[in-house]
């Protein structure tokens, strides 16, 4: 069987582009974008296809074993930054590149097989604002490359010789890294701020 719909998990405001995507690639395609995991799940039919698009939704196990091929997910960091906010902790880290990766949706996030990784150089200066504009626009152009791909053939993308590392991130690191103490010096605070985008 072909590949009937596909499911766009993502935000409100980059779903219509990508449908749009979706659906040049393929005029019969159905495609149903979803912003919450209860819409998600009642969307799951036969020859569908699940496409996360930078969702900070996390999908069950249950949930990708009733898709009849592997989900897959766009997400905005390296396979050396998995977990929530990499362009953040890039930034912390000082680190000269950054990128993004496009891999199979598994039960522990980012840690599917990787179909397609791209890196790029961190501009100096940068912060969140800017890093995160520039990691937006490859993603959507990693997008509109495969979507003749993803609306189309209903095979699974093969796996590239790349593997995830790193610590995963999470919302808590995030919360820790964007709060001040007294003790802290201003450039530390500086520091932070331009990380983080906000900081208490």
């Known amino acids: 069987m072909g590949i009937a719909k596909v499911i766009l998990l993502t935000g409100r405001e980059e779903a219509p582009a990508l449908t749009r995507m979706l659906s040049q690639a393929n005029g019969s ?56 906010y990499p362009s953040v902790f890039a930034l912390f880290d000082r680190a000269p590149e950054f990128g993004i990766t496009v891999h199979e949706m598994a039960p522990k996030v980012d840690s599917g097989p990787i179909v397609m990784t791209e890196r790029f150089a961190i501009p100096e200066p940068c912060d969140l604002g800017g890093l995160e504009s520039l990691t937006m626009i490859r993603l959507a152009q990693a997008f509109k490359r495969m979507a003749p791909y993803f609306a189309n053939v209903a095979r699974p993308l093969p796996h ?41």
Do not use: K, Q
């Not at 912003?35 to 196990?61: K, M, Q, T, Y």
């Not at 249950?62 to 989900?71: C, T």
């Open 29 to 84: 395609l159905t495609v149903r974008p979803v912003h919450a995991l209860d819409a998600l799940a009642a969307e799951i039919a036969p020859g569908a296809r699940l496409l996360s698009f930078c969702s900070s939704v996390i999908v069950p196990g249950a949930l990708l074993a009733r898709l009849e091929g592997p989900g897959y997910n766009f997400h905005p960091g390296p396979p050396e930054r998995p977990g929530r």
């Open 160 to 200: 590239l010789p790349a593997a995830w590392s790193g610590r995963r991130t999470t919302r808590a690191d995030f919360e820790a890294l964007r709060t001040i103490t007294p003790d802290m010096d201003p450039a530390e605070i500086d520091r932070r701020r331009r990380c983080c985008g906000t900081i208490d």
